[in-house]
């Protein structure tokens, strides 16, 4: 089965810094790759995702990049912000299966 | 209210005890999942439903039930709880006619003593 890596696990960056999280995947066939913000006693929630047709898609201060040959994909987050701070989580899938996720990052951003 | 919710919230009990969490959606959704969250080791998948009819096993199903009652309901059953399964329990659903986009509910905090 699929398995997601994602690093750093915990991330500490100063307001308006970037901060960037990494994934790898296994399965070559994967090809939706989403990312969820989950917001302290809050469930998960799709903040951005890219297909597999996409090298990078980008939303605002958010942007993520995709390379199919490496098997990793990655979440740039700009002019970080206070509420920027939660777990951020990467998983992957294959067309309409269940998705696998990553371990979790945890950014902190000190005002 | 919220689209996909959980009962209980938080619940105390002992090990040996039969747990039943809960969980209802109201977006119309087909597929159901139920994920377990523990410190470092991300959203583990326990158990999911493509449709009332398909049960599937998750990654770490041992300990652990589900049942389908209908489209819009999805509980998981602790037949007999031990201090391990202590963890932050969430569902969540998805609509098989769109990419795996997934809803959260807002978990159910587990402690077994």
């Known amino acids: 089965g699929e398995n997601v890596e994602q690093h750093p696990s915990t991330l500490s960056v100063q307001e308006g810094d970037s901060a960037v999280i990494k994934c790898t995947y296994s399965?070559?066939?994967?090809?939706?790759f989403p990312w969820y913000k989950q917001e302290l006693g809050k469930g998960p929630q799709l903040i951005i995702d890219?297909?597999?047709?996409?090298g990078e898609k980008k939303d605002q201060r958010i942007a993520v990049t995709l390379n199919k040959t490496a098997k990793h994909f990655s979440l740039h987050i700009t002019e970080t912000q206070p509420e920027d701070s939660a777990v951020y989580f990467c998983a992957a899938s294959w067309g309409y299966q269940k998705v696998t996720f990553g371990t979790g990052t945890k950014l902190q951003v000190i005002p | 209210d919220a689209d996909v919710t959980q009962t209980p919230r938080n619940r105390i009990t002992k090990t040996g005890k039969r747990i039943m969490l809960e969980c209802s959606q109201t977006k119309g959704h087909d597929r159901m999942y139920w994920y377990r969250q523990d410190p470092g080791l991300g959203l583990q998948l326990i158990y999911y439903s493509f449709d009332v009819k398909d049960i599937n096993k998750g990654e770490i199903s041992d300990g652990y039930s589900v049942s389908r009652q209908a489209q819009a309901k999805f509980s998981l059953s602790l037949e007999s709880a031990i201090p391990n399964q202590t963890a932050l329990y969430f569902c969540?659903?998805?609509?098989?006619?769109?990419?795996?986009?997934?809803?959260f509910g807002p978990g159910t905090r587990l402690t077994v003593l």
């Open positions: 890219i297909r597999s047709n996409v």
């Open positions: 399965d070559s066939a994967s090809n939706y």
């Open positions: 969540a659903t998805s609509d098989s006619r769109a990419y795996n986009e997934q809803f």
